[in-house]
Nanobody
């Protein structure tokens, strides 16, 4: 079983920055580990559906972003530490949400594939990000 634990959320003023981390441990029943998983960040604001934020391929070579965060957020991963990061700059009040990391057992680099929450089979518990105006 793969466990994902997010950290780094908090309260920040508009224009500020936060860095989220997601530490992975364990192994899927298939034998899949963090280093062979694509990773994604999603978020869910109160009263809204969960939405895609960013993804990164298993190798870390290809990333994709939602239009709403492009140019402000950066996803990265350290396979040696089994950790994926989300650097969030120039935060806006509309970025307020619970942020979730997720793991997908795919080697696809397609933004369409990795932007689909149904591709992800392991999810963290979420970390709250609140941006004040």
């Amino acid at each position: 079983q793969v466990q994902l634990v997010e950290s780094g959320g908090g309260l920040v003023q508009a224009g500020g920055s936060l860095r989220l981390s997601c530490a992975a441990s364990g192994r899927a029943a298939s034998g899949r580990t963090f280093s062979s998983s694509a990773m994604g960040w999603f978020r869910q604001a109160p009263g809204k559906e969960r939405e895609f934020v960013a993804s990164i391929t298993w190798s870390g070579t290809i990333t994709s972003y939602a239009d709403s965060v492009k140019g402000r957020f950066t996803i990265s991963r350290d396979n040696a530490k089994s950790t994926v990061y989300l650097q969030m700059n120039s935060l806006k009040p509309e970025d307020t949400a619970v942020y979730y990391c997720a793991a997908a057992g795919t080697f696809s680099s397609s933004a369409q594939v990795l932007g689909n929450s149904r591709m992800y089979d392991y999810w963290g518990q979420g970390t709250q990000v609140t941006v004040s105006s």
